[in-house]
Every structure is written in structure tokens, then in C-alpha cells.
């Protein structure tokens, strides 16, 4: 059966938004499985009693069951002007660094361990494939094509469909695009092959979350699972490519 590999970026674990709940909760009700991305960006305050609420905020909302956590760094930080990211244009060991302050840091609050990474705005470079390579944990890569002993789940199997409301800038409001997700997927539908689907849920207007639970309906009558990544079925053929060490 193909998959929707459901890839929601930008959030945050200390401080689930609004529109984040809603979209959690709606996975949450129709059965459907999120690969959410944590921005780790720590919290000065979180001391074990913090912790502990936090744990149990992510508990109700069915966190380890109708979703799941991948590494997105810390900072999420870009400029335009040099192409420079967390994970572009940055030394190795500050790379390495991001990735495990990440893990540790999702360690520390949830008590998983993360197995996947996504770098911010899809932005990696060569230092990035070096530095996955200390984190044997993580087996599973978004965006880039390559990367040995990894999974990967490259740009080639990415459906993007939310466009910007008015201006362009970090930050801003979008909305999920019922038509443009049906023209992108289409190439994917049609040969029953399974994708990624990258959202920000998290900037949506309320007629973003209409139209994601119009797509969800329309993938699914096409015979469409929504699945976590590192499902055993992805050695299926048509599934993710696995570099060879
Ligand atoms: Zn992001």
C-alpha cells in the first residue's frame, strides 16, 4: 500500500501552539501518523517539575502514538544573503553540536531518542552528511539524496503545497493549497507511489486546515496510508532509497 510520509515541520515541544494543537489533534482523530520536526531551541526554565507538565501536555495529545519526532536543530536560523543555516555554510562542530544538543534536548523532555533529522529550510551542505555520521541513532534523513548507512527520503519525494498570505518573509502566515497538493501529488497518485508531504502547520489560516482535511480525504480514497518513517513496509519496492555504507 503507498504512503503519505506526513512531514510537519517547526515544532516546539515546550510551547505547542494553537494551531499546532488543532493539527495534532486532528491527526489524533483520523487516525493519520505525523513525523513532527522539533525546533529544540531550550527553554532557560525547564527544571524536572516543567519537564514533567510538558511530558504530560504531549502525552494528552498522543505524542508516541499518532506522532513522532524527528531532529530539526536548534537554532533554525538563515541568511539569504550568504545561503547560511544551522546545517549550511557551518562548521563541522558546530553542526555536530546542533544535532546533539537536539537530541538530548528532546531526550530530556519526551525520553525518546530521535532516529530521523530534516535540517531547517532544507538547507545541508557536505559537513552535514559528515555530521550524521557520529549519530549512529539516526537512521533516517528528509531532503537529501545521500547520506551512508542512512534512509533517505529525498527532495525527489517532496509535495509542497502552501503558498504564502501577502508578503514573503520568515514568520508568515500561509495556507495549505487543496489544488496545488492535488496537481503535485498527482505524479505520485498515479503510479501508486508513496511521498512526502512537508507542512508548517503551525503558520496555517483556517482555511489551510480545511483544505489539509480535503487532501487527507482524497489520498486516502486513492488507497493512501498516512505512515511513520522506519516503517518496516518501506523496503517495499517504490519506498525510500537506502545508501549503502
Ligand atoms: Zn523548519
Given amino acids: ?3 503519505v510520509y506526513l512531514k510537519a515541520d517547526d515544532l516546539r515541544l515546550d510551547a505547542v501552539s494553537k494551531n499546532w494543537k488543532r493539527f495534532l489533534s486532528f491527526c489524533a482523530s483520523e487516525g493519520i501518523h505525523c513525523n513532527a520536526g522539533v525546533i529544540a531551541r531550550n527553554t532557560p526554565a525547564l527544571d524536572g517539575a516543567r519537564v514533567n507538565e510538558v511530558r504530560a501536555e504531549l502525552d494528552a495529545l498522543g ?3 499518532s506522532w513522532t519526532v524527528w531532529n530539526h536543530g536548534v537554532d533554525h536560523r538563515r541568511v539569504r544573503e550568504t545561503h547560511t543555516s544551522d546545517f549550511c555554510g557551518m562548521p563541522l562542530a558546530s553542526q555536530i553540536d546542533a544535532l546533539r544538543r537536539a537530541q538530548d534536548f528532546v531526550e530530556r523532555l519526551t525520553g525518546v531518542r530521535m532516529n530521523a533529522f ?3 529550510f532544507n538547507w545541508w551542505d557536505h559537513n552535514t552528511l559528515l555530521a550524521l555520521q557520529r549519530f549512529p541513532e539516526i537512521r533516517y534523513v528528509f531532503h537529501i ?6 534512509r533517505c ?5 517532496f509535495v509542497e503545497a502552501e503558498p504564502f498570505l501577502g508578503k514573503v518573509r520568515p514568520g508568515a502566515r500561509r495556507t495549505f493549497a487543496l489544488d496545488e497538493a492535488k496537481r503535485k501529488s498527482e505524479r505520485f497518485l498515479s503510479i501508486e507511489r508513496s511521498f512526502v508531504l512537508q507542512v508548517h502547520p503551525g503558520r496555517w489560516d483556517h482555511a489551510g486546515f ?7 480525504e482524497h489520498v486516502r480514497s486513492a488507497g493512501y496510508v498516512f505512515r511513520p518513517i522506519g516503517d518496516p513496509q518501506d523496503d517495499a519496492p517504490g519506498g525510500p532509497r537506502r545508501s549503502s555504507a
Avoid: C, N, T
Fill in 63 to 65: 505524542f508516541g502514538r
Fill in 153 to 157: 527520503y529525498g527532495s525527489e519525494l
Fill in 118 to 120: 530534516g535540517a531547517p
Fill in 145 to 150: 539524496p545521500y547520506v551512508p548507512g542512512k
Fill in 1 to 3: 500500500m503507498p504512503a
Fill in 210 to 216: 480545511d483544505a489539509f482535511a480535503s487532501f487527507v
